[in-house]
């Protein structure tokens, strides 16, 4: 008889010697992370802020993880955002800082909020 145990990295030890096995939730997280800063496949462009920062992101993704997006619906995705034109959206009422952070969430559903950043990325 074996017993599994999850290890600190997210992986399952099992007791009867049959080593580690990755769990494919973390190696989903770790991959859709850095496809998030991939600026090569990215074909949307978030103009964030007062400031303009520029915020790359990926429409596929965007469409399947942010309900917002969806709420607009798939005809606006195709006017707006078509697949052969990297599409531009001004996002003018966002901190830099929090855009990214809604958007690591969209990415990885993971999110880091502090006192002041929580109101603005929850809602």
Not at 53 to 71: D, I
Request: glycine share 8%.
């Amino acid at each position: 008889m074996s017993s599994e145990t999850v290890t600190a990295g997210g992986g399952v030890r099992r007791s009867d010697g049959g080593g580690v096995k990755a769990d494919p939730t973390d190696r989903l997280t770790v991959d859709l992370g850095r496809l998030m800063t991939d600026q090569d496949t990215a074909d949307v462009t978030f103009i964030v802020g007062p400031s303009e920062n520029r915020v790359s992101a990926h429409k596929l993704v965007m469409w399947s993880r942010c309900q917002p997006c969806q709420r607009h619906g798939r005809e606006m995705w195709r006017k707006q955002l078509s697949l052969s034109a990297n599409a531009i959206i001004k996002m003018p009422t966002f901190t830099v800082e929090n855009f990214r952070n809604t958007i690591n969430y969209i990415y990885t559903g993971k999110v880091e909020l502090t006192d002041h950043s929580v109101f603005e990325v929850l809602t």
